[in-house]
């Protein structure tokens, strides 16, 4: 993943960044993995509870924000982020020492055209 300019981490290439619905008539492989690989990072009830609590959170917030509500150590809930970043789900902010992160509210909005309707047959 690609770093930006201040430490901001892009999305370029995440697997969040696209995802074709998964009713829709043809997809490629590589269409498939990517949206494998958001699946997966959503796989873990501890992220799916990060993505939550980030969602409803006032602005970005780091580690030390996340870890009395999870119950979890620093170093697992810093390795839950990465997990979430680099599906593109989330965003970080290095800001000195300390990274922030945010959902990534178009990710999530891609991703729920994921489920499209499907077509009758």
């Given at each position: 993943m690609?770093?930006?300019?201040r430490g901001?981490t892009?999305?370029?290439?995440?697997?969040a960044?696209?995802?074709?619905p998964?009713?829709?008539?043809?997809m490629t492989?590589?269409e498939?993995?990517?949206?494998?690989?958001?699946?997966?990072?959503?796989?873990?009830p501890?992220?799916?509870?990060?993505?939550?609590?980030?969602?409803?959170?006032?602005g970005?917030?780091c580690?030390?924000d996340?870890?009395?509500e999870?119950?979890?150590?620093?170093?697992?809930?810093s390795?839950?982020?990465?997990?979430?970043?680099?599906a593109?789900?989330?965003?970080r902010?290095r800001?000195?020492?300390?990274?922030?992160?945010?959902v990534d509210?178009?990710?999530l909005a891609?991703l729920?055209?994921?489920f499209?309707?499907?077509?009758?047959?």
């Amino acid at each position: 993943m690609a770093r930006g300019t201040r430490g901001l981490t892009t999305a370029a290439e995440t697997p969040a960044r696209c995802c074709a619905p998964l009713a829709a008539p043809t997809m490629t492989p590589d269409e498939a993995e990517r949206i494998a690989r958001v699946f997966r990072a959503l796989a873990d009830p501890h992220r799916v509870r990060i993505v939550n609590l980030l969602a409803n959170a006032p602005g970005p917030a780091c580690v030390c924000d996340l870890t009395p509500e999870l119950g979890l150590s620093q170093p697992t809930v810093s390795f839950h982020l990465k997990k979430l970043v680099e599906a593109g789900l989330l965003r970080r902010e290095r800001r000195g020492i300390w990274s922030y992160y945010w959902v990534d509210r178009g990710a999530l909005a891609r991703l729920a055209t994921i489920f499209g309707e499907a077509r009758d047959g």
